[in-house]
């Protein structure tokens, strides 16, 4: 997402005859990308409100977007290993005080697996 971000928004500093990434000295001070351009190519790549008018909030949002997505996924796995919790089970149908099943799209779903388990 960062490198469609910043190549959408790059400064032209250089010739047609040369490449864009020419335009940058390694240490200069001067940004080489539009932050306006950005805000706008990210208000349409996910939506209008999502986007970034600052440049730190929107290199903090790239640099924590995955890590709080690898924090939930050790999160699932290690819940699901050291609990033993394999999922939802909608094996058991619905009953009323009188015992009569009520029925749901969850039985008519474990209906349609036991006939492809017999097929």
């Known amino acids: 997402m960062h490198g469609s971000l910043v190549t959408s928004s790059l400064i032209r500093e250089t010739t047609e005859n040369e490449s864009a990434n020419e335009g940058y000295k390694f240490g200069q001070e001067e940004e080489t990308y539009n932050i306006v351009a950005a805000h706008g190519y990210f208000g349409r790549l996910i939506f209008q409100y999502a986007s970034f008018n600052n440049s730190r909030s929107l290199h903090f949002f790239l640099a924590a977007w995955p890590v709080v997505g690898i924090w939930f996924t050790a999160l699932g796995i290690s819940s699901t290993m050291a609990f033993n ?35």
């Open 85 to 119: 919790l394999n999922g939802f089970n909608f094996n058991q149908s619905v009953v009323d005080s009188q015992g009569r099943v009520i029925n749901t799209w969850a039985d008519i779903i474990n209906r349609a697996n036991l006939g492809m388990e017999v097929m």
